[in-house]
């Protein structure tokens, strides 16, 4: 049974920081491009960060220089660290598997997933 399993959000102030996790289980977690998507108040989702097993990465440019994408393969668990937030980051974060990598590559499609987590929230205040 293919697990993603969201956590770390929560409620920060502007410039702060948070780090969500996602843990993941079922699946050979290493065969898998992983990325975070994001998806705002009556916005369309759109990605954030991948990361492919060999630990290159891919950005949206609307988060890079605030946004990290990493994973421990040992662990199973793709991180995102985000410093200095804006309001504008406020959102429901997802993560998800890609097997065909396309997100690595940086499209960025969702059809492309193959799992998807339930999510965390992010909420920045300004």
């Known amino acids: 049974q293919v697990q993603l399993v969201e956590s770390g959000g929560g409620s920060v102030q502007s410039g702060g920081s948070l780090r969500l996790s996602c843990a993941a289980s079922?699946?050979?977690?290493?065969?898998?491009?992983m990325g975070w998507f994001r998806q705002a108040p009556g916005k369309e989702r759109e990605g954030v960060a991948a990361i492919d097993s060999d630990g290159s990465t891919s950005y949206a440019d609307s988060v890079k220089g605030r946004f990290t994408i990493s994973q421990d393969n040992a662990k199973n668990t793709l991180y995102l660290q985000m410093n200095a937030l804006k309001p504008e980051d406020t959102a429901m974060y997802y993560c998800?598997?890609?097997?065909?990598?396309?997100?690595?590559?940086?499209?960025?499609?969702?059809?492309?997933?193959?799992?998807w987590g339930q999510g965390t929230l992010v909420t920045v205040s300004s």
């Open positions: 079922g699946y050979t977690y290493s065969s898998y491009c």
């Open positions: 998800a598997a890609d097997r065909v990598r396309s997100f690595c590559s940086g499209s960025f499609k969702e059809s492309d997933a193959d799992y």
